[in-house]
């Protein structure tokens, strides 16, 4: 067998992109995936977003 025999889902995904629009085209148009809260870090000399996402349905476990 080989290893990706066993993946059976993610626990999650974590993407570093220059703006967070391109963060959120990414995750909703080609993964399919919603957003479903966002919050702002601003303890660094640069603004930085956490964009959360889950599965169309924002079902517990998808996010």
Known sequence: MK???YITGLHHLTVS????????????????????????LFDGAVSIYHLYYANADAEPGSV
């Open 3 to 5: 290893p990706t025999d």
């Open 17 to 40: 992109v220059g703006g967070a629009q391109e963060d959120i085209d990414f995750a909703t148009q080609v993964m399919g995936l919603r957003m479903i809260k966002q919050t702002i």
